[in-house]
């Protein structure tokens, strides 16, 4: 195992940058290969080794990783070559290289969240996922880089289009390494925005599945109603074949008994009717991201899906509103709700934890009790406000992120598209189907709560149409 | 810090037998004695020498501790005093000598869980209960032994009264140590029967409160629907004052806001009306127990109490014939939820983990997520039932445990009295004011959900009433 300190950012680290194309990213999937496995056309191990190779190749220049077990990978990964090759696969992940945000535990790798206080620290247990993924025969690969406790300062890593920016974050590791070609699957969480914002800036896809459908076990809790495992892939077949794998397998977090839906992913749906949202990201969208979503919109259209938008109805003016409002009350959940553990990473001394976490505490400091019920019951009308749109519309069509990447390794993008679906808690897609800047550009398809396969058949629905293949 | 590996029971141990009095126990508290801090007839640091010579002398014989720092208790003991002295401690329970199951995190202990994989593991942090009572001036004194991983295999400790006899589990040194009069409280855990029962046998006082209502954050998950902060202790003063304080600095999980009260026991108030359940523990309860709950009951009634029970109440039949059929979906909800982190432990190895774990895994296996569904319908069933008593009666009076502590080691004792309210999620007193058999014998008060301090209330009344001071 090679185990790497996690480091700040190094302003001499190799640059490049690399025009983003949709129908040509850097992904390196994996489930769709399972023709090519069964054939032996292909195998596991040969996907490894490809992607080992651009680690070694373009890690001085992302830092993506805080350690990795190249060995360890290799032998698991000519294991599930053996059982392709048998016609016995243990799953469709089989052999899928995997890496873990340094948020979640596993056994045999460190975890140590970009905080002194844990440099070194073994779980000495796998997150329900990440036992999950590896019983069904995925090669865990490493770890990734994530901002300190998901939820502080930036760690190290490079956006792979544009070293000049953020990744994203925090599952800034993460989303790097999938978005690369580094791996073909990357943990993450989200709790504002730290898994639709990264894979958004890195060109990859993602999702956000209803909160508690896919086990939340062995992720260091942060803001329990707010924490969501996040998957980041080469490809929408990569990413929900693993939450159906891991809801199989682990279940969700109790007592939510899991994501239900086929492996597969379900038949790409065209929606009679989808909602259109702009946020408040709106405002910060560069215009060329702007066009961009514009011409996303009006090629759905041309499928004939009726696109609801704040101009032609009033229910979505009503929702947009809302909105344009969640900012202060999801900040008072996220800091009433983590006040532990920061607060016990703070008592190692003040200094050990950054001005972000010292910001979050001081603002649990200044609420009650009754300042905590009344985020609680703002976020219940949004998300009654959702739901009332369940009869009317298959889904929701918005930006994953206001803009490609922002230039800035202290900052690790605005929060404000991937937010509302964070407190919503219905699942959310998304899709690196649309580019500006010759970068990538996410969109994003949010859907009902525990109705994740069907958000999903839309998402494969819109990624048809704006990238035929 | 004197760190001890868990050790299997020691067969040649000291052997030790007490006459158990209920107005006479080796209990030590610590908040009914504020006054004499205060006044300086007596301070913190005298309470801690008391508890030191005590584990001094009987550790031997109860082998309640894996691992203690007498030295930090000592410092901190010493600035509670001082605090005292000044006028201005930081709370009740400044000063109070506290031990913490070795499944609760602490910082500068290490959690072990009684299972070899976590030999000398520390989490780095404080458990959200932890981390609240430190900063309310306690001591924590200690880590105390459980069973593995608060479900399997038994550990060393031995009952303070009878060490031919159980401590009972999982919280078994916790309950020992207070019972003993090693600590002023206990922190526990309860997924099934692991606080109240413990703290029957050992004759400690016991809180397990409204399910959410304490924070849970930095207990080892077991299964987070029935989880429960215990609280064990040498008064209801010293419970209820812990259990605020930690409400008060820690808030409940959320999205539980947290248990409400006060500081001190609310008054003692004489319910018009009670319910007596008998569940499925009492055809296991031996005959002097019965006669000891009885003769309780008709003091209760004296007092102008009315007492509904089976006999003369239809909605109490039918509630204790529910309780009698609780077994198994209590099963199924704990196999399901506990597969992770069980499997995770397992995955070490199956020799790793004792044959309990290996039959609750077996259990889970066999079901699937429409059978744990069903398990948390008959659980909403209950509560349901345990409801519409809200109106009709102050709370609910039932043995603690069904008789004294076993003369077993190898068994914690049954599970059938406990059960029934961690399942209801409401809270629930053990009081130590029974004998049977010149050992402790627990009676259990309980409420409704989120009306804790009533609960209090009630059992202030009953401990007054059936122990006069």
């Known amino acids: 195992m090679t185990f790497l300190p996690v480091q700040p950012l190094d302003p001499a680290a190799p640059q490049r940058r690399l025009a983003y194309h949709p129908a040509r990213p850097l992904l390196r999937p994996f489930v769709p290969q399972a023709a090519a496995f069964r054939a032996g056309t292909t195998t596991p191990r040969t996907v490894l080794e490809e992607c080992i190779a651009t680690i070694e190749r373009d890690e001085p220049a992302i830092a993506a990783f805080v350690a990795h077990d190249l060995k360890a990978a290799r032998i698991a990964a000519?294991?599930?070559?053996?059982?392709?090759?048998?016609?016995?696969?243990?799953?469709?992940?089989?052999?899928?290289?995997?890496?873990?945000?340094?948020?979640?535990?596993?056994?045999?790798?460190?975890?140590?969240?970009?905080?002194?206080?844990?440099?070194?620290?073994?779980?000495?247990?796998?997150?329900?996922?990440?036992?999950?993924?590896?019983?069904?025969?995925?090669?865990?690969?490493?770890?990734?880089?994530?901002?300190?406790?998901?939820v502080g300062n930036s760690g190290p890593t490079r956006n792979p289009y544009d070293t000049a920016r953020t990744s994203g974050g925090s599952s800034s590791g993460s989303a790097a390494a999938v978005g690369a070609g580094m791996a073909s699957l990357g943990l993450g969480t989200q709790t504002h925005a730290s898994t639709l914002r990264p894979a958004a800036y890195c060109g990859a896809y993602a999702l956000k599945a209803t909160h508690g459908a896919l086990h939340a076990g062995g992720l260091a809790p942060l803001?329990?109603?707010?924490?969501?495992?996040?998957?980041?892939?080469?490809?929408?077949?990569?990413?929900?074949?693993?939450?159906?794998?891991?809801?199989?397998?682990?279940?969700?977090?109790?007592?939510?008994?899991?994501?239900?839906?086929?492996?597969?992913?379900?038949?790409?749906?065209?929606?009679?009717?989808?909602?259109?949202?702009?946020?408040?990201?709106?405002?910060?969208?560069?215009?060329?991201?702007?066009?961009?979503?514009?011409?996303?919109?009006?090629?759905?259209?041309?499928?004939?899906?009726?696109?609801?938008?704040?101009?032609?109805?009033?229910?979505?003016?009503?929702?947009?509103a809302t909105l344009r409002d969640i900012g202060d009350f999801a900040n008072d959940l996220l800091?009433?709700?983590?006040?532990?553990?920061?607060?016990?990473?703070?008592?190692?001394?003040?200094?050990?934890?950054?001005?972000?976490?010292?910001?979050?505490?001081?603002?649990?400091?200044?609420?009650?009790?009754?300042?905590?019920?009344?985020?609680?019951?703002?976020?219940?009308?949004?998300?009654?406000?959702?739901?009332?749109?369940?009869?009317?519309?298959?889904?929701?069509?918005?930006?994953?992120?206001?803009?490609?990447a922002v230039q800035d390794h202290a900052w690790t993008g605005s929060r404000n598209y991937p937010l509302p679906w964070t407190l919503v808690g219905g699942p959310a897609f998304a899709l690196p189907v649309l580019e500006a800047e010759d970068l990538p550009l996410g969109l994003q398809i949010a859907g009902f709560a525990d109705r994740d396969a069907d958000a999903c058949a839309v998402a494969a629905f819109v990624r048809d149409t704006l990238l035929p293949r």
């Open 78 to 150: 000519d294991e599930a070559t053996g059982r392709w090759k048998a016609g016995a696969p243990l799953s469709p992940v089989d052999g899928m290289p995997v890496v873990v945000k340094d948020m979640i535990e596993t056994a045999g790798l460190p975890t140590q969240m970009n905080n002194p206080i844990y440099a070194g620290w073994e779980s000495r247990r796998d997150a329900a996922a990440v036992l999950a993924l590896r019983q069904a025969g995925a090669v865990i690969l490493g770890k990734t880089v994530t901002t300190e406790f998901a």
């Open 223 to 320: 803001a329990p109603t707010l924490d969501h495992l996040g998957l980041i892939g080469a490809s929408l077949e990569d990413v929900w074949a693993a939450a159906v794998t891991i809801a199989r397998r682990a279940g969700g977090t109790p007592p939510h008994p899991g994501l239900a839906g086929t492996l597969a992913v379900p038949p790409p749906h065209r929606p009679a009717t989808l909602v259109r949202l702009d946020t408040l990201g709106w405002d910060e969208t560069p215009e060329s991201s702007r066009a961009a979503f514009e011409a996303a919109i009006e090629r759905l259209a041309a499928t004939g899906t009726r696109i609801l938008d704040a101009g032609n109805d009033e229910a979505t003016a009503a929702l947009e």
């Open 335 to 404: 800091a009433w709700e983590a006040r532990w553990p920061l607060a016990a990473y703070r008592a190692h001394g003040p200094e050990m934890v950054g001005a972000r976490i010292q910001d979050l505490l001081a603002r649990a400091e200044r609420m009650d009790a009754g300042a905590y019920l009344a985020a609680l019951d703002r976020r219940a009308a949004l998300r009654a406000q959702v739901a009332s749109f369940a009869g009317r519309a298959a889904g929701f069509v918005l930006l994953a992120a206001s803009g490609p």
